[in-house]
């Protein structure tokens, strides 16, 4: 099954169209009213603002009544909001996990009820979905790996500040950042954690690695918030002796970037997963076909081009 790259287009569907084929799906009678739940990992990050406030735009376009659900990080919490939605009359479901491996134990109410699941951002193990939506973070990695060693000079100590520890997005792109630095080997990394994504833990974890290693030239963060995080840690060092790369091309991001603070960000739109991810639930509930693996494009966001994303 291949990925494509599909281009932002409102998919309207009626509400009548969607309610009629999930009830013949399920043997149920049609009525008026229908609900989707998406439930989000953490709505304590400006990534995943986006990625709601896309699916809330595209949900209604498409008619549909979509219930957020915020797990704050905790994958117990999760799993109870999932049981939820297979049981309160959601007609389908979409998931960023908090942690892939978990996640295929929690969907298993949502699976029994036979519901729609729609996966965005981050692989949940081995459920069946009927698409996986998100960014190409192996691609992603390489590219802000290359970014990273480019303005090295190919040559120096790094950190990297990791994501949460078992979601797919942390394993794909440490993947890429390995690929990214292979073609550099005078680039040394001293030290590789997880600040699971949050900025005030980055700035905790950036603070201690760079008093323990201060001739750190680099940070490669997984996503922005911890990038602005390092920014924090690093003060007037931030963009003059030490160079931070993020991911996620978030507005703070963005603005870090023209700030000179932020050498770079890895953009994914992720206002585009979310609309993406309720237009596939929406073609799934009408009956259509969708692609099992859907791949929004990722770009490099420097000074060079940062014009063209603050428009």
């Not at 084929?21 to 439930?39: F, L, Q």
């Not at 980055?202 to 323990?212: E, F, I, K, P, S």
Request: net charge negative; glycine share 10%; proline share 2%.
């Amino acid at each position: 099954m291949k990925n494509i790259v599909r281009k932002t287009a409102a998919l309207s569907v009626g509400l009548a169209l969607v309610l009629t084929a999930t009830a013949c799906n399920r043997g149920e009678a049609s009525a008026e009213g229908g609900k989707v739940t998406m439930a989000i990992s953490t709505l304590n990050n400006l990534f995943f603002v986006d990625v709601r406030d896309g699916a809330q735009e595209e949900a209604a376009k498409a008619g549909i009544e979509l219930t957020i659900v915020d797990a704050q990080n905790d994958s117990a919490t999760q799993a109870n909001q999932l049981a939820t939605a297979a049981t309160d009359g959601s007609l389908g479901v979409i998931v960023n996990a908090v942690d892939s491996d978990a996640a295929s134990a929690a969907l298993s109410p949502v699976v029994s009820a036979d519901l729609p699941i729609v996966a965005v951002d981050r692989s949940v193990g081995d459920t069946k979905v009927a698409s996986f939506v998100a960014s190409d973070n192996v691609a992603g990695g390489e590219q802000a790996a290359t970014a990273m060693a480019e303005k090295l000079g190919g040559k120096g100590k790094i950190i990297i500040l990791e994501g949460v520890p078992g979601a797919s997005s942390t394993n794909e792109r440490g993947e890429g950042f390995t690929k990214g630095l292979t073609a550099f080997p005078n680039i040394e990394i001293v030290s590789s954690q997880p600040a699971n994504y949050d900025r005030a833990k980055a700035l905790d974890v950036a603070t201690n690695l760079l008093q323990g290693n201060p001739q750190v030239a680099g940070v490669l963060a997984m996503n922005d918030e911890m990038a602005l995080g390092a920014i924090q840690a690093l003060g007037d060092k931030a963009g003059k002796s030490v160079s931070v790369v993020g991911f996620d091309g978030t507005t703070d991001g963005f603005t870090a970037v023209e700030k000179g603070t932020l050498l770079a960000t890895i953009a994914q739109n992720p206002a585009e997963l979310g609309r993406q991810s309720v237009q596939i639930v929406s073609e799934t509930l009408a009956g259509k076909d969708v692609d099992a693996n859907v791949a929004v494009a990722v770009d490099t966001v420097n000074a060079k081009n940062i014009s063209e994303y603050t428009k």
